[in-house]
């Protein structure tokens, strides 16, 4: 990246452009912000993905230099060695998750908003077999869907009120720290990979030798550090603690098969298949679609951990997951095609949109 030597005169200030575009993000209640040379700011708002008005193309120059407005020195060092950085920034009174990251040999950067205030599990729609989930006091629960699905919203959510109502010594490890917890019942310690521990598998040590009650890891998106991490993840739900995990998967189904995937490659499969049986809670998986009107609605699989469902992860059937849930349904289970139905069927969203 070029060193900041100045700006031309034609060319406003880098801050102040950034705080320009940033503005008009949130005046249009946009979620996301993408910068690559040779384009116009595009924006995500209520789902669809549009040009930002009035804004020139973005140039090398210009995108170099507002990425070097938020950039450490060294972060900048590091975006050179490992041509992709993920940092979460103030800007004009907000807070974003970005993404700086090479395309075509040039900076280009994504910005995700992060709300200040964390949305209750009410607010978010979650169905009232959440309160399932906030009942365990050990095991593995599951926050899954694609990326930009909420996830890790929906799994602050979680941590938010059993911050709320609960005594509980509650552990988060980011990378990186999305929201920000205030203790309120519990107290809420929040570790980012890079600053305040080196790595997962260093984190999750030091977890096995606290006394806590809850653990919150974001999305490991290294296939080996996740494979890894999942003995330690799973000694420490089959302890005393809760464990709630964000995975990248469109399906309890894909879920279940991405941790037997991990965990067969320090444990026979049979092995793998009966310590998660025992430790899970229940899986979320979630997707965001269009709602009619406007904005974003949640739609909601739910697997509770039940009889049937231990003994098809033990017996490997994992295929039969569905029908279980279909005739499940009085215990708060669903899948996600059935959630997207009902709200089809509610008048919330448009079939084509799904």
Same mark, same amino acid.
């Given at each position: ?226 494979? =890894?991490? /999942? *003995? +330690? ?11 709630? !995990?964000?995975? $990248? @998967? ?35 998986? =979630?997707? /965001? *679609? +269009? ?11 739910? !697997?509770?951990? $039940? @009889? ?47």
């Amino acid at each position: 990246m070029a060193e900041f030597n100045g700006v031309n005169k034609n060319m406003e200030v880098p801050s102040i452009l950034l705080n320009r575009i940033l503005s008009d993000l949130a005046k249009k209640n946009g979620s996301d912000l993408h910068l690559s040379v040779g384009s116009a700011p595009m924006i995500r708002a209520s789902g669809e993905f549009q040009p930002l008005a009035d804004q020139e193309i973005i140039t090398s120059e210009i995108l170099n230099k507002i990425i070097e407005t938020f950039l450490s020195q060294e972060e900048i060092v590091r975006l050179k060695e490992t041509k992709g950085i993920v940092l979460v920034r103030n800007l004009v009174n907000f807070r974003f998750r970005i993404n700086v990251f090479y395309e075509k040999g040039l900076l280009a950067a994504s910005f995700h908003y992060v709300p200040n205030l964390i949305r209750s599990l009410q607010e978010l729609g979650l169905p009232e077999a959440r309160h399932n989930f906030l009942k365990a006091n050990s095991g593995l629960l599951v926050i899954a869907g694609a990326y930009n699905s909420g996830k890790t919203t929906t799994a602050a959510s979680f941590i938010e009120e059993i911050n709320k109502t609960s005594v509980k010594n509650i552990v988060t490890i980011e990378d990186p720290i999305e929201y920000l917890f205030v203790g309120k019942k519990s107290l809420v310690t929040q570790r980012q990979i890079g600053s305040d521990v080196n790595n997962v598998t260093e984190a999750l040590d030091y977890c096995l030798n606290e006394d806590l009650d809850v653990i919150y890891l974001n999305e490991i998106k290294d296939e080996p550090t996740f494979n =890894q991490a /999942l *003995v +330690k993840i799973f000694e420490l739900a089959s302890g005393n603690c809760l464990v709630v !995990l964000e995975i $990248n @998967a469109d399906s309890s189904e894909r879920v279940l098969e991405k941790i037997l995937g991990g965990l067969s490659r320090q444990m026979t499969a049979e092995a793998a298949r009966y310590n998660l049986a025992d430790i899970l809670v229940g899986i979320v998986v =979630q997707k /965001l *679609v +269009k709602r009619r009107g406007g904005g974003l609605i949640l739609a909601n699989e739910i !697997l509770l951990n $039940n @009889a049937p469902v231990k003994s098809l992860i033990r017996e490997g059937k994992i295929y039969q997951l569905k029908s279980v849930m279909q005739t499940s349904r009085k215990e708060g289970m669903i899948n996600l095609e059935k959630s997207l139905e009902n709200l089809v069927e509610a008048g919330e969203i448009r079939r084509e949109d799904i």
